[in-house]
């Protein structure tokens, strides 16, 4: 069954150096989204992204964040210079569609923890 | 603003006995409100979709129901099994971009 995956499965990174988390989303998706977990609290959107181009972005998602595909199979999220609070779990995610009545796939995640 | 509620306390339920977990919703009007599963460490899982002219679906041992009057969805696992112990998360989605919005999910705990 084709899935989404993502890595590396654990980054540790210092405060302030840049990191970039990948993601293959399913081959026939077309529709891609990047979401994150604090430890402990709920899944929160971060972007949506279609046609090389975000549709939507939270306001998580400042200027320090940037998504890209840079060719045809991988989708990633660039922080810029990371902070303390950015440590969570990030999830990507893909879909056929968007918005409705697709699912939405998520991969294993990328746990990234800034000290 | 719009907030989701989900009950934060586990629900402890014998093996064999049919789940019920509750999703309320203000200040929002899903147009589809999706129901996944997450694994401790995992991503979601998804389970089921309802769209807001639905009353009710059904997959296996599942059922969801949607009541937009009452802004609250329930989600029942019947006969339920050890192996559906995890955590339950309710999204919903209005926009056209596929963004969803999770509540915290509830965990569920099936004992043998």
């Known amino acids: 069954e084709p899935e989404v995956t993502q890595t590396p499965s654990h980054q540790v990174t210092q405060m302030g150096q840049e990191v970039i988390l990948r993601c293959v989303p399913i081959?026939?998706?077309?529709?891609f989204y990047w979401y994150r977990q604090i430890l402990g609290q709920k899944v929160e959107f971060l972007v949506s992204?279609?046609?090389?181009?975000?549709?939507?972005k939270s306001e998580i998602f400042d200027d320090q964040f940037s998504v890209e595909r840079p060719d045809g199979s991988n989708f990633t999220l660039k922080i810029r210079s990371t902070k303390l609070e950015d440590s969570a779990m990030y999830f990507c995610?893909?879909?056929?569609?968007?918005?409705?009545?697709?699912?939405?796939?998520f991969g294993p995640g990328t746990r990234l923890t800034v000290t | 603003s719009q907030k989701i509620e989900q009950n934060s306390e586990a629900l402890n339920i014998q093996e064999g006995k049919t789940a019920t977990l509750t999703c309320n919703y203000t200040?929002?009007?899903?147009?589809?409100l999706q129901w996944y599963r997450q694994d401790p460490g995992r991503g979601p899982v998804f389970l089921l979709l309802?769209?807001?002219?639905?009353k009710e679906k059904r997959k296996e041992r599942l059922k969801v129901t949607f009541d937009t009057t009452l802004k609250q969805s329930l989600f029942h696992i019947t006969a339920s099994q050890p192996a559906d112990s995890a955590t339950y998360l309710c999204?919903?989605?209005?926009?056209?971009?596929?963004?969803?919005?999770f509540g915290q999910g509830t965990t569920l705990q099936v004992k043998p």
């Open positions: 995610a893909s879909s056929e569609a968007q918005g409705v009545p697709y699912e939405q796939y």
């Open positions: 081959s026939n998706h077309l529709y």
């Open positions: 992204f279609y046609n090389n181009e975000i549709s939507e």
């Open positions: 200040n929002y009007s899903p147009a589809y």
């Open positions: 309802i769209r807001e002219n639905e």
């Open positions: 999204a919903l989605s209005s926009g056209n971009t596929g963004k969803l919005i």
